[in-house]
């Protein structure tokens, strides 16, 4: 972890949050290496649901950092840039833009500030990563459309409406709500949880963007394995490789 993104755990909750408020937490290079870092530290942890959670008051984020944008925002997506099998909680206040949007959408709880407004400006921008048409399964096609491409802000109050959030709070309580919703989470069979969620993703489907990332960072974690760098030593040193399986 790094001051930008810090982990901390208390009763089989992790708490993971996004740090630069100085930056509205825009998402930069370091926040995304170390969001996927903290989700695969969740999942190999006794740690039973995580809340997801940002510094300050103006922002969750503002999406990509222009001056420092990283090189695969993909990797920074709850389910897409780290395998997790255990329950995601986000809690949203102020702007949420562009990719960080894509992040809130792939937890599997959204408990959102009065203060919450969703936009994903890139149609107007000229770019794209794609992993957004992933919303099509996740709200209505049509909202899930013009949210997309008409770059429209989109309130607390309507994106509670049309499905994007579970529930919407006062300002300020976000992060205590959701930290209700993951107590109940904790004290639930992790079995049934795990299964629910493995359920519901194969019976969801997945964009272009989705799918693509998720097999490549499938295919990048068994290249980057300590087998993988056994392979690769045994063969240069010409002799039977020992593999551990991780």
Request: charged letters at 25%; a negative charge.
């Amino acid at each position: 972890m790094s001051d930008e993104v810090t982990y901390t755990s208390n009763d089989n909750i992790a708490t993971i949050t996004i740090n630069r408020p100085e930056r509205m937490n825009a998402l930069n290079e370091n926040v995304i290496v170390n969001l996927q870092a903290a989700y695969r530290r969740f999942e190999d942890s006794d740690d039973r649901v995580a809340v997801l959670h940002a510094a300050g008051d103006r922002a969750w984020s503002v999406g990509a950092d222009i001056k420092d944008p990283p090189a695969e925002m993909w990797q920074g997506v709850p389910g897409v840039g780290a395998q997790v099998s255990k329950p995601i909680i986000a809690a949203v206040h102020g702007w949420c833009i562009g990719g960080a949007y894509c992040i809130v959408q792939m937890c599997d709880i959204v408990v959102a500030s009065e203060t919450t407004t969703f936009k994903y400006p890139e149609a107007q921008l000229g770019f794209t990563g794609g992993l957004i048409a992933s919303s099509v399964a996740r709200i209505p096609h049509k909202i899930a459309m013009e949210f997309m491409m008409l770059g429209r802000d989109l309130g607390a109050e309507r994106a509670y409406e049309v499905g994007m959030v579970n529930r919407v709070v006062p300002a300020g309580e976000e992060l205590n709500s959701a930290l209700e919703d993951a107590a109940i989470l904790a004290r639930s069979a992790p079995l049934v949880l795990s299964t629910l969620k493995a359920f519901s993703m194969q019976t969801m489907n997945r964009s272009p963007a989705e799918a693509g990332a998720v097999s490549r960072e499938t295919l990048l974690r068994v290249r980057n394995s300590e087998d993988g760098e056994e392979g690769r030593v045994s063969f240069r040193e010409k002799r039977p490789p020992v593999f551990k399986g991780r």
